[in-house]
Structures are given as structure tokens and as C-alpha cells.
């Protein structure tokens, strides 16, 4: 199955540091590779 991701610096990929939730581009793709380590059968395309 193919997925095709948008991010748009929204809460998924934000990082809570001092009490400040603030936008970090690579944590989205974290969460990427976390999903396709446990189902080999998915590829994402991410923009």
C-alpha cells in the first residue's frame, strides 16, 4: 500500500522542550520509520 504524507507543521510533528510545544520536521519522518519498521507491506512518499 502506498501513502503519500503532507506535512504541514502541525501537532504530530511538534516536540514539547521547556514547556514549549514548538514544529521540528524530523520528528514526522520518526514517526514514519516507526510505522514502517512494524509493516513491511506500506511506503510513504512524504512532502
Not at 500500500?1 to 510545544?21: E, H, N
Amino acid at each position: 500500500m502506498k501513502i503519500l504524507t503532507v506535512f504541514t507543521g502541525g501537532t504530530i510533528g511538534s516536540t514539547k522542550s521547556d514547556g514549549v510545544i514548538s514544529p521540528d520536521s524530523g520528528n514526522s519522518y520518526k514517526l514514519l520509520e516507526m510505522y514502517s519498521q512494524n509493516d513491511k507491506k506500506v511506503e510513504f512518499t512524504a512532502v
